[in-house]
């Protein structure tokens, strides 16, 4: 959530942002306008406020200089004051109301560091590790090999639950697993993140306090009559986490990382993607999160970053790190990296981790602020990661590890995890 100030203070620049971000600049006018009719009905009723108690006070003395008559004129007075300052209270409350729906569509400001551009074309590619594999035999894609294996079921999945959903058994469910559990070792264990099991059912205060609500409300699969969601990532249950709490500096930076499945309709998305595992509506994903001073999260960012990359980098798959332009980033972002790594099947590299800033962006939202060193509250930064999306990470080693004779050589890391075993075969 935006502060109205920092709109009102600078709005021709904010208005540049979000034109920088797709989106409407004129809205900033009718927040803008809509604030100044809420200043002007606070002031209203505030001098309406004071005249009542004027009256209130003459009232007492002139009852108690027995003129009853004058009195009671007073009182009526009064009476009529408190039905204005009612009405404008009302109409400060749905002024206030109309504002905050206004500004809860607003996404964040970007950046100065962060590149303008419409869309992906405009992205910037900081650096890549690793040089793709090369085949002496056309390499397949994931959604042939893991049905060959007898392990990767699309048909049943669809039967049971409909399109875009996946069933794994056998070798490919316990490589799923064995990713899970390295992924989490290696942020607690090496990193330092501490680990969260966390439901996957959130209320609706949850999902906007993250930015997921009013926006994207489509996306989400919804529970009734609860009126609850099933989390579309467990950044969603991690940065709000601290809802209406207060931290205090000496905690900063928190850490936290967890385990879940994850819930998407991908409305809108259908065409793009829909062969195999990359793009379905249920996917499991490790979640890194952060809490900070608003001065060190530019620096925890780059770590963060840096953290996921590492399980890319143990796995030796290859990938690039790039910097998204105002215009693909995420809603609640001020800066993202994107980490993709390479598919033999695309011939080229595909998303499996975005990193982000969202700066107080969620941390207004969820009213989450921590004490300084001078005693005074602020809001604190928010930011995170996939750590990684765990479904792609296992698309990417089937297509990167197999071999011609349809086996898939377990990555050394992950051995341990799979009983030792140095591949699998059907």
Same mark, same amino acid.
């Given at each position: 959530?935006?502060?109205v100030?920092?709109l009102?203070?600078?709005?021709?620049e904010?208005?540049k942002?979000?034109?920088s971000?797709n989106?409407d600049?004129?809205?900033?006018?009718?927040i803008?306008?809509l604030?100044?009719?809420?200043? +002007?009905?606070?002031?209203?009723?505030? +001098?309406l406020k004071?005249?009542?108690?004027?009256l209130s006070k003459?009232?007492?003395?002139?009852?108690?200089?027995?003129?009853k008559?004058?009195?009671?004129?007073?009182i009526?007075?009064?009476?009529?004051?408190?039905?204005?300052i009612k009405?404008?209270d009302?109409?400060l409350?749905?002024?206030?109301?109309?504002?905050?729906?206004?500004i809860?569509?607003l996404p964040?400001?970007p950046?100065?560091?962060?590149?303008?551009?419409k869309?992906e074309k405009s992205?910037k590619?900081?650096?890549?590790?690793?040089e793709?594999?090369?085949?002496?035999?056309?390499?397949?894609?994931?959604?042939?090999i893991?049905?060959?294996?007898?392990?990767?079921?699309?048909?049943?999945?669809?039967k049971?639950?409909?399109?875009?959903?996946?069933v794994?058994?056998?070798?490919?469910a316990?490589?799923e697993r064995a990713?899970i559990n390295f992924?989490?070792d290696?942020?607690?264990?090496?990193n330092?993140?501490?680990?969260?099991n966390?439901?996957?059912?959130?209320k609706?205060d949850?999902?906007?306090?993250t930015?997921?609500?009013?926006k994207?409300?489509e996306?989400?699969?919804?529970?009734?009559?609860?009126?609850?969601?099933?989390?579309p990532t467990? +950044?969603?249950?991690?940065?709000?986490?601290?809802?209406d709490?207060?931290?205090?500096e000496?905690?900063?930076?928190?850490?936290?990382?967890?385990?879940?499945?994850c819930?998407?309709?991908?409305?809108g998305?259908y065409g793009?993607?829909?062969?195999?595992?990359?793009?379905?509506?249920q996917f499991?994903?490790v979640?890194?999160?952060?809490?900070?001073?608003p001065e060190?999260?530019f620096n925890e960012?780059?770590?963060?970053t840096?953290?996921?990359?590492s399980?890319?980098?143990?796995?030796?798959?290859p990938?690039?790190k790039?910097?998204l332009c105002?215009?693909?980033?995420g809603?609640?972002?001020?800066?993202?990296?994107?980490?993709e790594?390479?598919?033999p099947?695309?011939?080229?590299?595909?998303?499996?981790?975005?990193c982000s800033?969202?700066t107080?962006?969620?941390?207004r939202?969820?009213?989450i602020r921590y004490?300084?060193?001078?005693n005074?509250?602020?809001y604190?930064?928010?930011l995170?990661?996939s750590g990684?999306?765990?479904?792609?990470?296992l698309v990417?080693i089937?297509?990167?590890y197999?071999?011609?004779d349809?086996t898939?050589t377990?990555p050394?890391?992950?051995?341990?995890?799979?009983?030792?075993a140095?591949?699998?075969?059907?």
């Amino acid at each position: 959530m935006l502060d109205v100030k920092i709109l009102r203070q600078n709005t021709e620049e904010i208005k540049k942002a979000m034109e920088s971000r797709n989106e409407d600049p004129r809205q900033i006018d009718k927040i803008i306008a809509l604030d100044e009719k809420r200043r +002007e009905f606070i002031q209203k009723a505030d +001098e309406l406020k004071a005249k009542r108690n004027q009256l209130s006070k003459a009232v007492a003395k002139l009852k108690s200089a027995g003129k009853k008559e004058e009195a009671a004129k007073n009182i009526e007075e009064s009476k009529d004051i408190g039905n204005k300052i009612k009405e404008f209270d009302d109409r400060l409350r749905e002024t206030e109301e109309k504002q905050e729906a206004l500004i809860s569509q607003l996404p964040n400001i970007p950046l100065e560091n962060v590149p303008v551009g419409k869309d992906e074309k405009s992205n910037k590619e900081i650096m890549k590790w690793g040089e793709p594999g090369t085949f002496q035999y056309e390499p397949k894609p994931h959604w042939e090999i893991g049905p060959e294996l007898g392990m990767m079921d699309f048909e049943r999945a669809s039967k049971m639950s409909g399109a875009r959903f996946v069933v794994l058994s056998d070798r490919i469910a316990r490589l799923e697993r064995a990713l899970i559990n390295f992924m989490l070792d290696y942020q607690t264990e090496k990193n330092g993140y501490s680990e969260i099991n966390i439901p996957y059912l959130v209320k609706r205060d949850t999902m906007f306090a993250t930015g997921q609500l009013p926006k994207f409300e489509e996306e989400a699969y919804k529970t009734t009559p609860d009126d609850m969601f099933l989390i579309p990532t467990a +950044e969603v249950f991690l940065a709000g986490m601290h809802k209406d709490e207060i931290l205090e500096e000496s905690e900063l930076p928190k850490k936290y990382c967890a385990y879940s499945a994850c819930f998407r309709r991908e409305a809108g998305s259908y065409g793009k993607d829909v062969r195999g595992m990359i793009r379905v509506h249920q996917f499991d994903k490790v979640e890194l999160v952060k809490y900070t001073k608003p001065e060190d999260s530019f620096n925890e960012l780059e770590k963060l970053t840096n953290d996921a990359e590492s399980i890319l980098r143990e796995l030796d798959l290859p990938y690039r790190k790039i910097l998204l332009c105002t215009g693909d980033m995420g809603f609640g972002a001020a800066k993202t990296y994107d980490l993709e790594v390479w598919l033999p099947s695309y011939k080229s590299y595909k998303e499996i981790s975005s990193c982000s800033n969202d700066t107080d962006f969620q941390a207004r939202r969820a009213n989450i602020r921590y004490r300084n060193k001078e005693n005074k509250l602020e809001y604190l930064h928010t930011l995170n990661g996939s750590g990684l999306a765990v479904g792609r990470t296992l698309v990417a080693i089937l297509e990167n590890y197999q071999n011609k004779d349809g086996t898939v050589t377990v990555p050394e890391v992950l051995r341990g995890y799979m009983g030792g075993a140095e591949r699998i075969f059907g």
